[in-house]
């Protein structure tokens, strides 16, 4: 005759006396090893974050800056307007010039963007393409600009 064991519903063995047989010991938990999963996964990108930022922000800045110093020099002397009652007559004073101008004052533009150590770079050479566009070369502001852009680009 079979007997069932009210509290779980399953057949219960007529031999109670019989001690249990050992229990297996738990499984080794995998707490440990998610843990250092996750911190090693954590910190290796946290790593590769910070070396890409680095590698290219302050690179590019001074590539712009570089270049925006290359556009200015090749912007060339500047025409000596102080005599001319015409200033827009000017031949020295070619579009090629002035796109290299405003060439040399974006990059400069860029570069202070991306770092603000050039700041005073595009500063002055915004000063120095005001002067240009407006055709008064002999601006003695304007002239202070250019002289302080060629000595940023001088340290560069």
């Known amino acids: 005759m079979r007997t ?3 509290g779980t519903g399953t057949d219960a063995d007529p031999d109670f006396d019989e001690p249990p047989a050992e229990p297996s010991p738990p499984p080794p938990s995998r707490r440990l090893l998610v843990l ?3 911190a090693g996964f954590v910190l ?3 790593v590769l974050g910070l070396l890409w930022g680095l590698s290219g922000v302050h690179a590019g800045a001074l590539d712009d800056a570089v270049a925006a110093c290359q556009a200015l020099d090749r912007v060339g002397e500047l025409p000596d307007t102080s005599q001319d009652r015409q200033p827009a007559l000017t031949p020295g004073l070619t579009s090629e010039r002035l796109h290299r101008m405003m060439a040399a004052r974006e990059l400069s533009a860029a570069a202070a963007q991306v770092n603000a150590n050039y700041q005073p770079l ?5 000063g120095v393409s005001r002067m240009v566009l407006s055709l008064h070369f002999n601006d003695i502001s304007g002239q202070r600009h250019l002289a302080q852009a060629q000595e940023i ?3 560069i």
């Not at 595009?122 to 915004?126: E, Q």
């Open 4 to 6: 069932v064991d009210p």
């Open 36 to 38: 250092c999963a996750v």
């Open 44 to 46: 290796g990108g946290s």
């Open 122 to 126: 595009a500063d002055h050479i915004d």
């Open 153 to 155: 680009c001088a340290r």
